[in-house]
């Protein structure tokens, strides 16, 4: 059984190495500042083995865009989520993850066509299932389905 | 013996002048598995890189499905991995009933987990039988494991009428009990079936033919296939013991007694050879699924519409071709405020670059068969 590693503890081994990174925990989830979440990804991966990026998903708060990566270790069978914030919906930005795992790279390419969150470090930031020149991100919340292109949507 | 078509270079060929090419393979190409193409950069026939370009299928399902109720979504979900519908209908199922707290009856479990190993032997037909023909054993053994999946496909008939889109399962169960005629002829298919089997490996798995084509061909380190979050029979081919079934059972898979085959080197062969081998586990635990089935209930009662307290699940299965995960979130309404999907096909595509670089085409055509993609859930 994949047990998730306590939170709270995998936040507090954060903060001893990266203090100030860390926002918060839940029982499932590490909340972690946008700026350090490569540091912190880093961290994971080298001190406590967590091997294999599951997903990588962002969800539209309208005031604010969250990203969520679901990491697991297989060789300790353990996983732990980690949550950031984004908060700029002109230009959101987040780093990117792909030179830790390599399966990120269609994952952000993904996020990046259909959020619209530009992911900084990826070796190819392009769109994935749109064609380019496309206008809008059709996942966002304000992207209306019933009007044709989206309707206001950047 | 040689190993695939890439190392067959002599010395005269190298010296010769060339300039790359660009070659678009695809989108309308008979080995691209569907509406994918391939930018593929040659000198003379070694590829130099490759670039998977997809989206021809896109159809938006993750947006379509924030505007449909809960249940609205499962026929979307058929339309995934058009040929692993009934994997696609659990995982979403219990998606949902973990983020809405439903019980699942015992006998509806059982009936779900036939479903879904039937479901793994059928993808795994159609993936072995396209990868033949990929390496030009063209269609004889594709329309002997037709012949199979056939009857596989019947019997997703007789449940509930469908062949290809089933929108089988419900939340908290599954929308209809098994009618009398199918445990008789489930039994005379699984009774059957390690025999074809053995069939097909008596064709094809000493074939020379086959050897030389897939032998030490689009090999991917197990490191390297951790690293890039591969799953399914591609991460086993590499010899990586990782079966969610074992490593993090769900439904009642921890009932069963199967083995989780695995490769050594990584190549097309093991993939090839971890299918097979899947086949033969998933009529294992399809027998004892079915000598265990009890009786009962096949269904909970659940509100409609359903409003699933606010919240997030994540769920993940071990469909036929890989961690199929779905990512709900809640707002408390009758449709979910974000339904992400994650993709093994997609996700096992990261590899094909590496996997191919400095190999000839025909070797890539092999090595793209051997990942056993589906368009509808690569674009989705």
Known sequence: MTEPLSSSEVAQQIGEQLPDAVTGSDESTVFVRSESLLDVARFLKQNLDFDYLISITAVDFLDHFDVIYHLRSIKNNYSV???????NRGSPRVPSVVSLWQGADFQEREIYDLMGITFEGHPNMKRIVLWEGYEGHPLRKDFHLDVPGGGKAT | MCQGAGRQLSSETMTLDTEPVVINMGPQHPSTHGVFRMRVTFDGEVI????????????GIEKLAEHKTYLQNMPYTDRLDYLASMSNNMAYAMAVEKLAGIEVPERAEYIRVIMAELMRISSHLVGVGALFNDMGAFM???????????????????????????????????SHD??????????????????YIDEYDQLLAENEIVLARSKGVGILPADKAINASVSGPVLRGSGVKWDLRKNNPYSIYDRFDFDIPTGTVGDVYDRYRVRVEEMRQSVRIVRQAMEQLPEGEVRTKVPTPLKPPPGEAYVCIEAPKGELGFYLVSDGSAKPYRFKIRAPCLINLTMLRDMVVGWMLADAIVTLGSIDICMGEVDR
């Open chain 2, 140 to 174: 004889t053994p594709f329309l002997y494991m037709y012949r199979e999946r056939e009857k596989i496909l019947d019997l997703f008939e007789m449940v509930c009428g469908q062949r290809l889109t089933y929108n089988y399962m419900r939340f908290g169960g599954v």
């Open chain 2, 48 to 59: 130099l890189d490759l670039e998977p370009i997809f989206g021809y299928l896109h159809r």
């Open chain 1, 81 to 87: 989520v980690l949550r950031t914030r984004c908060d």
């Open chain 2, 178 to 195: 098994l009618p009398e005629e199918f445990i008789p002829t489930l039994k005379r298919f699984i009774d059957e079936m390690p025999g």
